[in-house]
């Protein structure tokens, strides 16, 4: 059954999800029966839209896998986020989010009335087509939809205390690759400035009870994560993880059986 991801980290569960940029139902599925809980279907750099059938797709193989899919837009646009939910997403996390009020529309685009102005559709594939009742379908959403940020810029991180500050923002997650582009340093996560922003944003936010989260690329940076603070960890990705085993089994098969390229 379908772990709720709101009440897994209210309750102050470590949350370890990997990322899914291939697009792929598939590799969705798979992520499920492998035994993760929790799943982020990206749009924003893979080549899935976040509106479509295809996307629909990913989050049917969520719902057949038993696992939690959250989702990462393209932007802080109203539509996508409408969309992704809609497609029945338990999350939306959209990039690039800098201010209060970047925040404050974005939790509008995620609540409907009266915490915000989410457009009203019973027959969305969330609601069962029509299945469940719109009184029934609209209260549990607004309970169990988390709306997360993704804090990936200097803007961001100045202003994490008003971003965090708005009523139906869940938490945040760091982007520290942006973010270390960003103030200069090329990619590198591993800078003490991406770092201390990490801390800065699990500041802000365990001040008012919310969670943070953080990209994490081996188990080592996953492990500092955890240990400075983050509760949510969005692991790797499945085409990284995916090229690094080809990659392993390429080299041992030169090694054992003395192939070579031609």
Not at 111 to 136: I, L
Not at 166 to 190: A, K, R
Not at 195 to 205: F, M, P
């Amino acid at each position: 059954e379908m772990r709720d991801f709101k009440e897994a980290i209210k309750s102050g569960e470590i949350v370890f999800a990997p990322w899914v940029v291939s697009g792929s139902p598939i590799m969705v599925e798979m992520m499920g029966y492998a035994g993760f809980e929790f799943v982020i279907i990206d749009t924003e750099h893979s080549s899935l839209s976040p509106y479509g059938a295809e996307f629909e797709s990913c989050a049917r193989a969520a719902y057949a896998a038993g696992i939690t899919p959250l989702t990462r837009t393209v932007w802080n646009y109203p539509d996508q986020v409408k969309k992704v939910l809609n497609a029945g997403m338990k999350g939306v996390i959209p990039p690039h989010i800098n201010t209060k009020e970047d925040a404050e529309l974005l939790v509008k685009a995620a609540r409907f009335a009266p915490e915000g102005r989410r457009s009203c559709a019973p027959v969305v594939r969330a609601a069962r087509h029509g299945s469940t009742p719109w009184p029934e379908f609209w209260r549990k959403s607004n309970e169990e939809i988390v709306v997360m940020p993704l804090i990936e810029e200097k803007e961001g991180i100045e202003n994490i205390e008003d971003i965090v500050s708005v009523d139906g923002i869940d938490g945040v997650f760091l982007g520290p690759f942006d973010l270390s582009m960003t103030l200069g340093y090329e990619g590198d996560c591993e800078e003490p400035i991406v770092w201390d922003a990490l801390k800065k944003c699990v500041a802000a936010c365990r001040s008012r009870g919310k969670v943070v989260g953080n990209l994490a690329w081996n188990m080592e940076s996953a492990k500092k994560s955890i240990d400075l603070g983050a509760q949510f960890i969005g692991y790797s990705t499945d085409v990284t993880m995916i090229a690094a085993m080809l990659r392993s089994l390429s080299e041992t098969a030169k090694k054992e059986f003395g192939w070579i390229r031609v």
